[in-house]
C-alpha cells in the first residue's frame, strides 16, 4: 500500500511538472509563455495581454 501511494505521488508531481503548471506562466489565450527574453523562433506578442508581470513578455510559437 505504501509503494502505491508513492507512486501516485509521483505520478501527480510529474503530471504538474510536465503541463508546466509551476513554473511558467500562460497567456495570449493558452498559447504563448511569459518569459523575460523570447526564444529563438517566437514571436513577441504586442500589446501584452496582463497576464504576465511587468518584466516579463509573452511569446508564442
Known amino acids: 500500500m505504501k509503494y502505491l ?3 501516485l505521488a509521483i ?3 510529474l503530471a504538474q511538472l ?3 503548471n509551476w ?3 500562460k497567456c495570449a489565450n493558452r498559447s504563448g509563455h511569459c518569459r523575460s ?3 529563438i523562433g517566437e514571436l513577441l ?6 497576464i504576465c508581470s511587468k518584466e ?3 511569446c508564442v510559437m
Open 11 to 13: 505520478f501527480l508531481l
Open 18 to 20: 510536465v503541463s508546466g
Open 45 to 50: 506578442i504586442d500589446p501584452p495581454t496582463g
Open 5 to 7: 501511494l508513492l507512486a
Open 23 to 25: 513554473y511558467v506562466r
Open 37 to 39: 527574453i523570447c526564444k
Open 56 to 58: 516579463k513578455v509573452c
